[in-house]
């Protein structure tokens, strides 16, 4: 069955967010050999003309119904923090969440799902230049000014315009797997996979030999993932101190060493149950993990789902 995307336009249109929902969703992959996506766009606005960014002019044909049929709904951006987003659109974002349609923002598009009280409650984030009128306007939201993309459920908000191809990519990843997201992300010239706890930015850039040896590092632990791993040994091999370790993981991917290791492990599943026929253990064993029950108990935390399932959906007999 078809998965239809509805990104949101409006006057003052953000159109790099925009047009990165379009070339995520709305480009025709028969490549691929899946189901791709339906795309459609929804005018906040009334009238069939909307001005965007860029002195660009766009033309709306409107079509009923879009936000009641979308499994899918992108806020890309805003058109000011301090803007009030219509009532009717609000009260059809809440109705499309209620009925379980993932509802996702990126940079200023979280003040249009704070708006709608989707975020009450949930850790939210947004640019962090917005960060604290977020977090002051609405108190009730977990605002983190450091990740890329958070995943709540079926609300997902995204940091910067970058982040947004992050975070959407994400989204493929979940509903075709790690197969097709990177062939996507091929295609866009992006990173496979930018974790969504990896900082928006890097408070103080390492030094070149200091990023060499981290990376070193980074490469030698993921050629043996299936070995025991602690800090103190990462250290020693970096040659610094277990805190200056740290300090260099903050920066760079903004995980602790051990949540990286996670990250790599999963990750690494998630290729194997997609790409091989090899049992749950076997798998579990390769990456790492030291029992069936913490491969599978990492692997729900992570994705929300069991290897198990996972495979069946994603797998090569799937």
């Known amino acids: 069955m078809s998965h239809l995307v509805v990104a949101l336009v409006y006057d003052g249109l953000c159109t790099f967010e925009f047009g990165c929902a379009v070339e995520v969703f709305g480009i025709s992959r028969p490549e691929l050999g899946v189901g791709w996506y339906d795309f459609a766009v929804h005018s906040c606005d009334k009238g069939e003309l909307l001005r965007a960014a860029g002195g660009v002019e766009i033309r709306i044909r ?85 990740a890329l993309y958070i995943e709540q459920g079926t609300v997902t908000t995204a940091a910067g315009s970058a982040a947004g191809l992050d975070m959407m990519l994400h989204l493929v990843r979940r509903d075709h797997g790690t197969r097709v997201a990177t062939h996507v992300a091929q295609r866009l010239v992006l990173a496979p996979h930018r974790a969504g706890g990896q900082s928006q930015f890097v408070p103080r850039p390492l030094w070149t030999t200091d990023r060499d040896r981290l990376g070193q590092l980074m490469a030698k632990v993921r050629a043996a993932l299936s070995e025991r791993h602690n800090a103190e040994e990462w250290a020693s091999h970096a040659c610094v101190s277990r805190r200056t370790l740290q300090r260099w993981f903050q920066q760079t991917v903004g995980m602790t060493p051990v949540e990286w290791l996670t990250s790599e492990r999963i990750a690494a599943a998630r290729d194997l149950l997609e790409t091989t026929q090899h049992s749950i253990s076997v798998i579990g064993q390769r990456c790492g993990f030291g029992s069936d029950e913490s491969f599978r108990a990492h692997f729900r935390r992570a994705l929300g789902t069991s290897p198990g399932s996972y495979k069946r959906s994603f797998g090569r007999n799937a």
């Open 62 to 146: 409107k079509v009923r119904g879009l936000l009641q049929r979308a499994q899918t709904i992108i806020v890309p951006g805003w058109r000011g923090v301090d803007v009030q987003a219509p009532a009717p659109l609000l009260d059809q974002l809440r109705r499309a969440h209620a009925r379980g349609a993932r509802v996702c923002s990126i940079c200023s598009g979280a003040f249009v799902l704070a708006q709608a009280g989707l975020l009450d409650g949930l850790r939210a984030t947004t640019h962090w230049r917005y960060a604290d009128a977020l977090r002051e306007r609405f108190p009730q939201i977990d605002v983190d000014a450091t």
